[in-house]
Each structure stands twice: as structure tokens, then as C-alpha cells.
């Protein structure tokens, strides 16, 4: 059994009280932030925020908040190498 199939059971979507489909918008919503926050995070060698941006699940709201705020206050050098 595939996820996407467990996902659009009918006992699933009563039990979560929602449409399937927003689960699965909601979950690729949130897999997409999670990613490129994630990048960002390992790319300007910030241990902390990528660990907390792993383990915690904020639907995007968090990865949001790094990428435009945290993130942006930090830069990678042209040479590639790793921020100071």
C-alpha cells in the first residue's frame, strides 16, 4: 500500500477531520519549505537551526521565518567555503 493510497482512505479522513486532498497539499506545502530551509541551513554550516528544522513540524510556518529572517542575515562567501 502506497502512502498517497493510505492517505485518501475514508477511515483516514475521518479520523483527522479533514479532506484527504489537504492533507496531501499540506504535506507537500510543508515538504517543500522543510527542504529548502534545510539547504539553507547546511549550506551556512548553522548546526542548531538545521537540527531544529529537522525535528520540528510547523507546516512551513518555521522554515518560513529561517529562510527570510535568519538566513538572510547570513551570507556564503563566493569562494564557496563556509561563513564566519
Known amino acids: 500500500m ?3 493510497d493510505f492517505i485518501t482512505q475514508p477511515q483516514v479522513a475521518s479520523w ?3 479532506a484527504p486532498w489537504i492533507m496531501v497539499v499540506v504535506m507537500a506545502w510543508s515538504l517543500v519549505w522543510k527542504g ?3 539547504w539553507k541551513a547546511a549550506r551556512l554550516g548553522s548546526k542548531p537551526w538545521f537540527i531544529i528544522l529537522l525535528v ?3 507546516v512551513g510556518i518555521l522554515e518560513i521565518v529561517y529562510i527570510f529572517l ?3 542575515r547570513k551570507s ?3 569562494s564557496g567555503g563556509m561563513p564566519q
Open 2 to 4: 502506497q502512502i498517497a
Open 70 to 72: 535568519v538566513a538572510r
Open 76 to 78: 556564503v562567501p563566493p
Open 16 to 18: 483527522v477531520g479533514v
Open 56 to 58: 520540528v513540524n510547523t
Open 36 to 38: 529548502i530551509a534545510l
